[in-house]
C-alpha cells in the first residue's frame, strides 16, 4: 500500500505560479511512476503529466498532456519520496482539484493503483 499526500495548493492569480508536491509513504517510491492528473467541476478528471519510474542516461521519461505543455514541468526527487508539479503561466481554465497517483506503468489514463486526496488550485482572472 501506498499512501500519497498531495500540498501546494491555492488560490492565484492568472499568469501566477504554483509547486505542487506529492509525497509517498513508501521507500519504494522509486520503482513507481507517478502521474498527476486534475479534476474540474463537472468535468471528467483529466491526465496533466506523468514520470517515468527509471530514468535513463537521457533523464526520466516525461508526458504531459498538450493543455499544460510548456507551461507545468514533473519532476521528481526519489531521496525525499516526493514527485512535484511546477505550473507556470497559470490560466482560469486550470482550476481543479489535482491529483497524483502512482503506478508499475506510466500512463495517460487513469489506471494507477494509488491516488492522493487531492489538492485544490484556483486561478482567478
Known amino acids: 500500500q501506498v499512501q500519497l499526500v498531495e500540498s501546494g495548493g491555492g488560490l492565484v492569480q492568472a499568469g501566477g505560479s504554483l509547486r505542487l508536491s506529492c509525497a509517498a509513504s513508501?521507500?519504494?517510491?522509486?520503482?513507481?511512476?507517478m502521474g498527476w492528473f486534475r479534476q474540474a467541476p463537472g468535468k471528467e478528471r483529466e491526465f496533466v503529466a506523468y514520470?517515468?519510474?527509471?530514468?535513463?542516461?537521457?533523464?526520466?521519461?516525461?508526458y504531459y498532456a498538450d493543455s499544460v505543455k510548456g507551461r507545468f514541468t514533473i519532476s521528481r526527487d526519489n531521496a525525499k519520496n516526493t514527485v512535484y508539479l511546477q505550473m507556470n503561466s497559470l490560466k482560469p481554465e486550470d482550476t481543479a482539484v489535482y491529483y497524483c497517483?502512482?503506478?508499475?506503468?506510466?500512463?495517460?489514463?487513469?489506471?494507477?493503483?494509488?491516488w492522493g486526496q487531492g489538492t485544490q488550485v484556483t486561478v482567478s482572472s
Open positions: 513508501r521507500r519504494t517510491f522509486s520503482s513507481y511512476a
Open positions: 497517483a502512482a503506478g508499475s506503468v506510466a500512463s495517460t489514463r487513469a489506471e494507477y493503483d494509488y
Open positions: 514520470i517515468s519510474w527509471s530514468g535513463t542516461w537521457s533523464g526520466f521519461r516525461l
